[in-house]
């Protein structure tokens, strides 16, 4: 399984920004998948996560700013982040059937 994310940056706050994980070698749908972030100094933390069926959940510091979804035909899970704030700042993970992705980055500062 290889797991690639993209779509990191550097944004305002209040900005928004739409990751993106992509997975090949597994058969996608039926697979859960997870993002994380980790901050400088800070410990790896879940952001959201989707079921093979769709359901999500969410932190609780980004409900109703962020929405995880996916597009099974692209093997693509997508992060859109909304209002985003300094604290968000982070390299954000995917994971799926227990494979991590090489992250990106995602800086949110005037």
């Known amino acids: 399984v290889q797991v690639v994310e993209s779509g990191g940056g550097l944004v305002q706050p209040g900005g928004s920004l739409r990751l993106s994980c992509v997975a090949s070698?597994?058969?996608?749908?039926?697979?859960?998948v997870t993002w994380y972030r980790q901050a400088p100094g800070k410990q790896r933390e879940l952001v959201a996560g989707?079921?093979?069926?769709?359901?999500?959940n969410y932190a609780d510091s980004v409900k109703s700013r962020f929405t995880i979804s996916r597009d099974n035909a692209k093997n693509t899970v997508y992060l859109q982040m909304n209002s985003l704030k300094p604290e968000d700042t982070a390299v954000y993970y995917c994971?799926?059937?227990?494979?991590w992705g090489q992250g990106t980055q995602v800086t949110v500062s005037s």
């Open positions: 994971r799926i059937v227990g494979t």
């Open positions: 989707i079921t093979a069926g769709g359901s999500s």
């Open positions: 070698g597994t058969i996608f749908s039926i697979y859960g």
